[in-house]
Nanobody, 124 residues
């Protein structure tokens, strides 16, 4: 059974940093693209970042470029999202996801597995 478990969320002030972790089990982690998404109340799920198998390929949505960094450790089956200069508009539930296949996923539906999420709240 595949499980993705996120951790590291919390309540922080604007300008602070947080690092989210996602540990996977039940899958051959090093063969999966890993992504981070978020969803705020009343809003659609938003793609944030993607990392390829080896960590060389990394993609970010424009709103987080320069502030968020995605990384992974295959032996530890873990992917991180380092978030800096947090803003109140970054408040949301954050999810990690895993996508199998030979090409990078281009949309949320391309991901095969999802975690339960972790809440991030940024106060002004």
């Amino acid at each position: 059974q595949v499980q993705l478990v996120e951790s590291g969320g919390g309540l922080v002030q604007a300008g602070a940093s947080l690092t989210l972790s996602c540990t996977a089990s039940g899958l051959y982690f090093s063969t999966y693209y890993m992504g981070w998404f978020r969803q705020a109340p009343g809003k659609e799920r938003e793609f944030l970042a993607l990392i390829g198998w080896s960590g060389i390929l990394r993609r970010y949505t424009d709103s987080v470029k320069g502030r968020f960094t995605i990384s992974r450790d295959n032996p530890e089956s873990t992917v991180w999202l380092r978030m800096t200069s947090l803003k109140p508009e970054d408040s949301a539930y954050y999810y990690c996801a895993a996508a199998g296949g030979a090409v990078p996923p281009s949309r949320a539906d391309d991901y095969d597995y999802w975690g339960q999420g972790t809440q991030v709240t940024v106060s002004s």
